[in-house]
């Protein structure tokens, strides 16, 4: 079963997220063959890392638990909060599998929070430029709880509408990009 884990980054963390980069990417390495998608999220100004976005295919919500907060950074404090839902993997593949590569082109972590009846849990059609796309589910996964996508975009407002807006609560849009070692 899959899972999407987003950390987000607490006020002032990035020495601390430096300091112990190595030792992320060494935690993530162990979970090479379960990623489905990685990656930092960063402020406007493209720079600023705010998150990290995990896509992990994990075999119970346990283990799921364990991936998002025995990670390096968690445990030293950089994250303010972890978002950890069921996902559903509608595209069946990984970002290593996108066609757009894992370079180029500005990427964005769209996380729509829903409300009411469900909503964009069939992959649009025509939209080539989705890396990662999937409802967020309750821990049994039996209730809609949003949709997280992975997209290519012009520019945030373009990403935005791989979701059908009055759909949800709130809608969120993060410049994001593929991560781990290069």
Same mark, same amino acid.
Not at 39 to 45: K, L, S, V
Not at 65 to 71: I, T, V
Not at 155 to 170: F, K, S
């Given at each position: ?21 190595? +030792? ?7 979970? !090479? ?10 402020? !406007? ?42 996902? /559903? ?25 829903? !409300? ?10 025509? /939209?080539? #430029?989705?890396? !990662? ?5 309750? #821990?049994?996964?039996? +209730? ?10 012009? #520019? ?10 009055? /759909? ?15």
């Amino acid at each position: 079963m899959e899972f999407l884990c987003y950390h987000r980054d607490r006020t002032d963390s990035l020495p601390l997220r430096e300091e112990l980069q190595e +030792a992320h990417w060494s935690y993530m390495d162990q979970y !090479a063959k379960e990623l489905i998608a990685r990656g930092p999220t960063f402020a !406007a100004d493209g720079e600023t890392p705010t998150g990290s976005v995990h896509v992990v295919d994990a075999p119970d919500a346990a283990t799921a638990r364990a991936f998002a907060f025995d990670e390096p950074n968690y445990q030293a404090g950089a994250y303010r909060d972890v978002l950890l839902r069921r996902w /559903r993997n509608l595209l069946g593949r990984t970002m290593w599998d996108f066609p757009g590569g894992l370079t180029g082109g500005n990427r964005y972590f769209v996380l729509g929070l829903g !409300a009411g009846q469900p909503a964009d849990t069939e992959v649009p059609t025509d /939209r080539d #430029d989705l890396i !990662a796309y999937g409802p967020l589910l309750s #821990d049994d996964g039996t +209730a809609w709880l949003g949709t997280a996508v992975l997209v290519e975009a012009p #520019d945030p407002d373009t990403a935005r509408t791989v979701l059908t807006g009055d /759909r949800y609560a709130a809608i969120e849009v993060h410049d994001w990009e593929c991560g781990g070692r290069r």
